[in-house]
C-alpha cells in the first residue's frame, strides 16, 4: 500500500520535470537556441557583464583563483574555461539576482559584483546566460542540461 502511495505521489514531479526539460532538448531557464533571446542577452551582456567577464567571456585574468591586494577575487570567465556551466541555472540566476553573498548564505562574502535585482528583471538575466550558454560547446551544453535536469528533479521532491 506504502509503495503505490508513494508511486501517486512522485508522478505528479516526475510529468513535471519531464515537462520541464522538453522545451527544445534544453533544460532549465536558459535557452542558448532562442535566436532573439540570445541576441538581447549579448547586447545586456556587453552593457552590464563584459567590464569584469570580459566581451569573450574570458574573464578579467587568466588566473580567476588569485585574490587582489584587497582580498577581492576577480571576475571569473564564462566560457568553458570557467566554472559557470558547472552551476545550475537557478543557481546562477541567484547569485545574478541576488548577489553571492545572499545567495550562497555567505554573508561576509567579499565580491565587487552587485546584486542585480535593481538594474535587470528576470527575463534579462535569463536573456544573458542564454547568450553565454549559447557560447558554450555542445558538450559542455549537453553536461550542463543534464545536471540542471538532476537539480530540478532532486528539488522537485524536495531532497
Known amino acids: 500500500m506504502q509503495q503505490a502511495l508513494g508511486a501517486?505521489?512522485?508522478?505528479?514531479?516526475?510529468?513535471?520535470?519531464?515537462?520541464?526539460?522538453?522545451?527544445?532538448?534544453?533544460?532549465g531557464l536558459f535557452r542558448p537556441h532562442d535566436a532573439a533571446r540570445v541576441a538581447r542577452g549579448a547586447e545586456l551582456y556587453r552593457?552590464?557583464?563584459?567590464?569584469?567577464h570580459g566581451a569573450e567571456l574570458k574573464g578579467e585574468t587568466s588566473d580567476g583563483h588569485s585574490r587582489d591586494e584587497e582580498g577581492f577575487l576577480p571576475g571569473p570567465p564564462h566560457d568553458e574555461t570557467g566554472h559557470t556551466w558547472h552551476h545550475p541555472d537557478q543557481v546562477?540566476?541567484?547569485?545574478?539576482?541576488?548577489?553571492?553573498?545572499?545567495?550562497?548564505?555567505?554573508?561576509?562574502?567579499?565580491?565587487?559584483?552587485?546584486?542585480?535585482?535593481?538594474?535587470?528583471?528576470?527575463?534579462?538575466?535569463?536573456?544573458?546566460?542564454?547568450?553565454?550558454?549559447?557560447r558554450w560547446p555542445d558538450d559542455i551544453r549537453e553536461r550542463h542540461d543534464a545536471?540542471?535536469?538532476?537539480?530540478?528533479?532532486?528539488?522537485?521532491?524536495?531532497?
Open 147 to 159: 545536471m540542471n535536469m538532476r537539480h530540478h528533479v532532486t528539488t522537485a521532491d524536495g531532497h
Open 8 to 27: 501517486v505521489l512522485l508522478a505528479p514531479a516526475a510529468f513535471l520535470a519531464g515537462l520541464w526539460g522538453q522545451a527544445g532538448s534544453e533544460a
Open 47 to 52: 552593457q552590464h557583464c563584459a567590464v569584469c
Open 92 to 134: 546562477l540566476f541567484d547569485i545574478t539576482k541576488y548577489g553571492l553573498a545572499e545567495a550562497a548564505n555567505l554573508p561576509d562574502y567579499k565580491t565587487r559584483m552587485p546584486a542585480f535585482a535593481d538594474m535587470l528583471d528576470d527575463g534579462e538575466i535569463i536573456a544573458i546566460f542564454s547568450f553565454i550558454k549559447s
